[in-house]
Each structure stands twice: as C-alpha cells, then as structure tokens.
Antibody
Framework: QVQMVQSGAEVKKPGSSVKVSCEAS????????INWVRQAPGQGLEWMGR????????KYAQKFQDRLTITADRSTSTVYMELSSLRSDDTAVYYC??????????????WGQGTLVTVS | DIVMTQSPDSLAVSLGERATIDCRSS????????????LAWYQQRPGQPPKLLLY???MRESGVPDRFSGSGSGTDFTLTISSLQAEDVAVYYC?????????FGQGTKVEIK
C-alpha cells in the first residue's frame, strides 16, 4: 500500500528544536520531491521546503532559511524536517506531501497524516 | 516570489447550485516548454490533510467527481463546482508548483446557503 506516515505529536519549549519524520512506502521515495507544508490553528497552508531524496538537495522558503533543515535517509525511505529556535507561532500541524508532478500508480495525491507541534 | 490570491474568502451556495472560486498568481505559472500550467486545487475538510482535486490547472485527480472542474491559464484560474453537494463543504486552496518557493492561496471557505 502506498502511504506516507509521520511521527507523533510533540510539545516543545520556546527556543528548542523539533524533528518530524515522514516514512514513505510503496514507491513514493527516491526520485520524487517531498514537500513540507504547515498549518497553524485556524489558518491556511504554508509551504516550507522540499527535497528530492535521490539528489539530497533541499530548497527552503526564505522565511525558514535560517532555522529549517530537511534531510532524507534513503536506507529507510524517510524524510526529516527539523525546525530550530522554536517560537509560539510555530505551533501548527506539519505535513509531508509528495510532489504532484508525477503519479504513483493512478494517483498524484499523497500526504502524511500530519504532526501537531505545540510550542509552549 | 509568486503570491497566490483567491477570491472570495468565503461563499455560501445552495445545494445543487454552482460555486466558483478564483485564483490569481502574481506571475505566470505557465511553462511554454510543455504547455502546462503548474497550478493545483485542493479541498480540505476539518481535521484532515488537504485532498488534491485538480493538477495542471484542469486535470482531475483519480476518483474526483466530475462536478469539479478547473480552467484558466497564465495568471488567472477558476475552480468550479457545478452542483454543490453537502460533502463539498470545505476550504479550497489553489497552489502553484511552478517554482520555488511554492505557494498556496489563502483559502476559500465554501458553505451551504
């Protein structure tokens, strides 16, 4: 079965870091871009960054350039998103999502279930 | 950076009636190399991840009902729900994946009148 499974909810103190994982199975890894998108409570979707695991070269939104690190472990088909210097306004649900550029099977729509990060 | 702007922010439509959402990008998301618009539409219900409805501006994702359609090119796009159903109550987002940073519109909330 094709799916993307994220790690569980986190509660963090201001100034600390959080690392969220996204394990992709069923052919979703390697050559496809994996994006990280976040959604603050009651707010819209915000694109944070992207990585193509085969290439290992992440790209970040300018807003997060100084404190976001996206990495990929091809041996475990897992992508990681680490955000440092956490603030209260980083409280959000963080999603991993595959690029829509190419399909896997009949679909292009692959998202993780979301990981709630609470900074308090 | 490309900025995506949706209108309206919310709309209420009677069951069975048409709903239309507009999305404008601050720069063109059309690629002349493959004649494609790098524009997607998503539906998000409360407590769920976004669900892809359309990609390449007008191509329906597998399993999406044909009452959802997309149109437009360059900088101006439209999502149309031809006959609103109760299960269509959600927030809808446009998304440009033409370049980095990718960007989403602010969202349009669709409700039943």
């Amino acid at each position: 079965q094709v799916q993307m499974v994220q790690s569980g909810a986190e509660v963090k103190k201001p100034g600390s870091s959080v690392k969220v994982s996204c394990e992709a199975s069923g052919g979703l890894f390697s050559t496809y871009g994996i994006n990280w998108v976040r959604q603050a409570p009651g707010q819209g979707l915000e694109w944070m960054g992207r990585i193509i695991p085969l290439l290992g070269l992440p790209k970040y939104a300018q807003k997060f350039q100084d404190r976001l690190t996206i990495t990929a472990d091809r041996s475990t088909s897992t992508v990681y998103m680490e955000l440092s210097s956490l603030r209260s306004d980083d409280t959000a649900v963080y999603y991993c999502a595959k690029d829509v550029l190419e399909p896997v099977g009949a679909s292009r729509d692959y998202w993780g279930q979301g990981t709630l990060v609470t900074v308090s | 950076d490309i900025v995506m702007t949706q209108s309206p922010d919310s709309l209420a439509v009677s069951l069975g009636e048409r709903a239309t959402i507009d999305c404008r990008s601050s720069q063109s998301v059309f690629s002349s190399s493959n004649n494609k618009n790098y524009l997607a539409w998503y539906q998000q219900r409360p407590g769920q991840p976004p669900k892809l409805l359309l990609y390449w501006a007008s191509m329906r994702e597998s399993g999406v009902p044909d009452r959802f359609s997309g149109s437009g090119s360059g900088t101006d796009f439209t999502l149309t729900i031809s006959s609103l159903q109760a299960e269509d109550v959600a927030v809808y987002y446009c998304h440009q994946y033409y370049n980095t940073p990718q960007a989403f519109g602010q969202g349009t909330k669709v409700e039943i009148k």
